[in-house]
């Protein structure tokens, strides 16, 4: 469903939302209250991942007015294919995908668009880096199982990066299509293979320092998929796109 567009937007904010009734209005009116302070055009795209509750129906009446476009999967299929979905529907020349919970506030798009602007294909957000702000961290057993994967992600792919896990990326256009187009992983591991992507693509990605806040409301279930995590790295090592 589409709302007022602009021809051609700036900035896409692709948001993936299942079962989110509770908290996207909120999320969506700190989205666009950010926007409207901004001077170019944008559009909001809301892929919801087959909900059984009224996400959409709050999603619509909020976004009312604004540039927007809402995006059903016909059953739940996962955050990286609902991601893929979105960017290849976007059409901004830069692309950003935030969580629905806003973990990193929105605010923290300006500290990510600096190093595009400064010729970089890709801008991530990181919880690890010297300068970040976790300002309520994970229970202690959440951060362990995210350094451990880390070393794993370190080790088969991505040498140098300290954080792949956070769900606040930034794209170009032309990155966006030339990744989203060859990412097939619907998991968690989905970051890793987009980060994986843009290198062997050649394109500049830039680990950036955000403010992020945990969610005891995250779905990932610690054990089950831990070991799909891993199983999808080992996997991503031999794959050929």
């Given at each position: 469903m589409t709302g007022q567009m602009a021809d051609i937007?700036?900035?896409?904010?692709?948001?993936?939302?299942?079962?989110?009734?509770?908290?996207?209005?909120?999320?969506?009116?700190?989205?666009?209250?950010?926007?409207k302070g901004k001077g170019y055009s944008w559009e909001i795209l809301i892929v919801d991942d087959g909900s059984r509750d009224n996400t959409v129906a709050i999603a619509r009446e909020v976004l009312n007015s604004a540039p927007h476009r809402i995006i059903s999967n016909e059953r739940n299929l996962g955050k990286g294919a609902s991601i893929r979905r979105g960017m290849m529907a976007a059409q901004g020349h830069l692309r950003l995908f935030t969580d629905a919970d806003l973990s990193t506030p929105i605010e923290e798009l300006d500290a990510l668009s600096a190093p595009i602007a400064q010729g970089y294909h890709v801008a991530f957000g990181s919880r690890a880096l010297r300068e970040s702000q976790l300002l309520q961290r994970q229970p202690w057993y959440r951060e362990t199982m995210g350094r451990t994967f880390n070393v794993f992600v370190r080790l088969l792919h991505l040498p140098g990066i300290k954080d792949t896990q956070c769900g606040f990326k930034l794209f170009t256009e032309e990155a966006a299509k030339a990744i989203f187009e060859r990412q097939r992983l619907s998991g968690f591991c989905f970051d890793v293979e987009v980060l994986t992507l843009a290198v062997r693509l050649g394109f500049k990605i830039k680990e950036v320092p955000v403010r992020w806040m945990d969610f005891p409301q995250s779905r990932v279930n610690p054990l089950k998929d831990s070991i799909r995590m891993l199983w999808d790295l080992i996997k991503l090592k031999f794959r050929r796109y």
């Open positions: 937007p700036y900035l896409s904010i692709i948001i993936p939302v299942y079962n989110e009734e509770r908290r996207i209005s909120e999320t969506l009116h700190k989205v666009m209250d950010f926007l």
